[in-house]
């Protein structure tokens, strides 16, 4: 079929058409909800903040429950990255909730640095999850999801200003993930600095440029209550999985010597807000944002990398054919090229090391002939020597031999004077 008749197919105008009768597919949403609910969902959350800020508290305060966390100490070399991963079930619905956990972070002297393992991780999960989906045999029904849904920006509630490493942080990963800013302990600071503190932090991240997640206002059901809520941020959080009793029940608290603030009491800290937003009322918007904008993104910007388009210089739609023969007969050039480049290499190494090897020969050459002179020089001083030893030797031999002569001829003489003066 021709490019042109399909075209024409397209751009058909779409005729509605009355039923007669009941069919059945409105039951379609009833089998979504089903099957979803069969298969469970997944949700991610990364925590960022300082060691000790409150963020462990936090979420075991936000689920309920109390996960297992190792304490952190104050002097780790860098940042890194501690998933783990649960199953929750909550009346029929099964959740597998990663937590993610930002060990290090803002300990260092040196906090250049701090934010990249955090964005490598990121990245990390999206060319996870880009690779899966460019599998020819794909499992994306079952697969583990590990792509970052949320990201929790703790802040340190100083009652002053944004840290320079906050907003270098949240200016990098804004891109990547959805980021909610909490300043944490909000029972640290009394109500007015913490409404002005709250406007402090939004107008340094509206100056900075650094775009935080905005709840949806496009569907009625939740216009209201999220247009509500985003006037809120950044929440104002305190956790505690301690439970204290007031008046006649028990409820979540933190007791103080001057008394109780309640993480369930809107009218001490935003939990509850926090925990409608994050949790009952915009999970899966959360869930899909991070798939239709940041992770869309991250695959525009790889597969743009790797010279796909969806249009050729010619306006002609993307051929995957052409696109795949184009990139195939470039990779075959540049892996000939490097082959190339590593045979050239290899023959100009051969030929240093046989230049190497010649003048270390000829350095070993001369210096053999070098000892064999000196050896043969020492022969001739030694034969020279023996020769001269020789000499002496039998000069000394002559003249003992004369010296034992002389001495028999004076013992003789003397033995006849000695015999005529004993006759006379």
Known sequence: MAATDI???????????????????????????????????CFNILCVGETGIGKSTLMNTLFNTLFEAEEASHYQNGVYLRPRTYDLKESNVQLKLTIVDTVGFGDQINKEESFKPIVDYIDTQFETYLQEEMKIKRSLFD??????????????????????????????????????????????????????????????????GVQIHQFPTEDDAVTEINSSMNAHLPFAVVGSVEEVKVGNKMVKARLYPW???????????????????????????????????HY????????????????????????LQETYEAKRKEFLGDLQHKEDDMRQMFVNKVKETEAELKEKERELHERFEQLKR???????????????????????????????????????????????????
């Open 7 to 41: 075209d024409v197919f397209a751009n058909e105008e779409k005729r509605s058409l009355e039923l007669g009768g009941h069919v059945g597919f409105d039951s379609l949403p009833d089998q979504l909800v089903s099957k979803s609910v069969t298969q469970g969902f």
């Open 143 to 208: 697969y583990h999801d590990t792509r970052i849904h949320i990201c929790l920006y703790f802040i340190a509630p100083t009652g002053h200003s944004l840290k320079s490493l906050d907003l270098v942080t949240m200016k990098k990963l804004d891109s990547k993930v959805n980021i909610i800013p909490i300043i944490a302990k909000a029972d640290t600071i009394s109500k007015s600095e913490l409404h002005k503190f709250k406007i402090k932090i939004m107008s340094e991240l509206v100056s900075n």
């Open 259 to 293: 008394g109780t603030v309640q993480v369930e009491n809107e009218s001490h800290c935003d939990f509850v807000k926090l925990r409608e937003m994050l949790l009952r009322v915009n999970m899966e918007d959360l869930r899909e944002q991070t798939h239709a904008r």
């Open 296 to 319: 869309e993104l991250y695959r525009r910007c790889k597969l743009e990398e790797l010279g796909f388009t969806d249009t050729d210089p010619d306006n002609k739609p993307f051929s």
């Open 374 to 424: 000196m050896h043969q020089e020492e022969k001739r001083n030694l034969e020279e020597k023996r020769s001269d030893l020789e000499e002496e030797m039998n000069a000394f031999n002559r003249r003992k031999v004369a010296a034992e002569t002389l001495m028999g001829q004076s013992l003789q003489a003397s033995s006849q004077s000695f015999r005529k003066d004993k006759k006379n």
